[in-house]
T-cell receptor, first 111, second 115 residues
């Protein structure tokens, strides 16, 4: 059974700091991996999607990497800003249609 | 595009009442998902539709829950009768079935409180 774990559960950093959020999954047989952002009281917004054949994806200050063999992904946020404060969720698609979500990392960027 | 649209945003009801949640997926998306989010259990997939057909409803907690998708632009999730333990945020998400690059697009959710 595929399980997704995110560490840390919460993180507080000063503005301007570079940071890394971690995601691990138990079964390396995945179709793709997505990173989402969720603001309080809002839905999830897809940030980056990495297909199983890819190693990384970049969007602006965000970079996500995927190491399928070790069951790990990282989300790197450069030069963090207070507006980056949110919960970040990692989700893997083992195959078919189901997407398995981690519990998320709550990020707080202090001005 | 307006994105995935859900209504109502908030619903407060009393135990035993019927609750209907609504979703309009992004035009052109073939797949529709209903998720439930709670602090204890995180995001759980309730049911998945492809081309308006329910493919997997194994995540539906019990017979009190039902979902329909009468056409490509509308879906409902119904709880009858509702119970306090059904209190959660219910999300609808849609996805294009392109066979490769398939992002999930979420609505803003319905916050359900059953008293």
């Amino acid at each position: 059974k595929q399980e997704v774990t995110q560490i840390p559960a919460a993180l507080s950093v000063p503005e301007g700091e570079n940071l890394v959020l971690n995601c691990s999954f138990t079964d390396s047989a995945i179709y793709n991996l997505q990173w989402f952002r969720q603001d309080p009281g809002k839905g999830l917004t897809s940030l980056l999607l990495i297909q199983s054949s890819q190693r990384e994806q970049t969007s602006g200050r965000l970079n996500a990497s995927l190491d399928k063999s070790s069951g790990r992904s990282t989300l790197y946020i450069a030069a963090s800003q207070p507006g980056d404060s949110a919960t970040y969720l990692c989700a893997v698609r083992p195959g078919g249609f189901k997407t398995i979500f981690g519990a998320g990392t709550r990020l707080f960027v202090k001005a | 595009d307006a994105g995935v649209i859900q209504s109502p945003r908030h619903e407060v009801t009393e135990m035993g009442q019927e609750v209907t949640l609504r979703c309009k997926p992004i035009s052109g998306h073939n797949s529709l998902f209903w998720y439930r989010q709670t602090m204890m259990r995180g995001l759980e997939l309730l049911i998945y539709f492809n081309n308006n057909v329910p493919i997997d409803d194994s995540g539906m907690p019990e017979d009190r829950f039902s979902a329909k998708m009468p056409n490509a632009s509308f879906s409902t999730l119904k709880i009858q009768p509702s119970e306090p333990r059904d209190s959660a945020v219910y999300f609808c998400a849609s996805s294009p079935t392109s066979g490769g690059y398939e992002k999930l697009f979420f609505g803003s959710g319905t916050q359900l409180s059953v008293l």
